[in-house]
């Protein structure tokens, strides 16, 4: 499955979760780390391990596994699908990290285009 299929199926999964601030930013151009980021907040630390748990199982669905999850227990959860890493955050802890600011030179990508 390429990029652009598990990005869709991951944002679709949190959209209809009813995910905060979506945000995709492709990266390829000024990393080797992934291609995309998927940045979504939660309202609660429940929401946020929620939000992370359909992603991980709408892919699977399709036969598509995490390369590696961090933070389970915590107000950031990331899901690695090499090509595509899913950033899920707690309001405040995304405000804190602010992987937008940090990683402002990738190009936004509107959510509409994906979905």
Known sequence: MNSQDILKIAAKALDDKKAKDLEIIKVEDVTTLTDYFLLASGTSSTQVKALADE?????????????????????????????????????????????????????????????
């Open 55 to 115: 992603v991980e199982y709408r892919l699977s669905q399709e036969g598509v596994g995490a390369h590696h999850i961090e933070g389970r227990s915590s107000s950031w959860i990331l899901l690695d699908y090499i090509s595509v890493v899913v950033h899920v955050f707690y309001e405040e802890a995304r405000e804190f990290y602010s992987l937008e600011r940090l990683w402002s030179d990738g190009v936004k990508i509107p959510l509409e285009e994906i979905l």
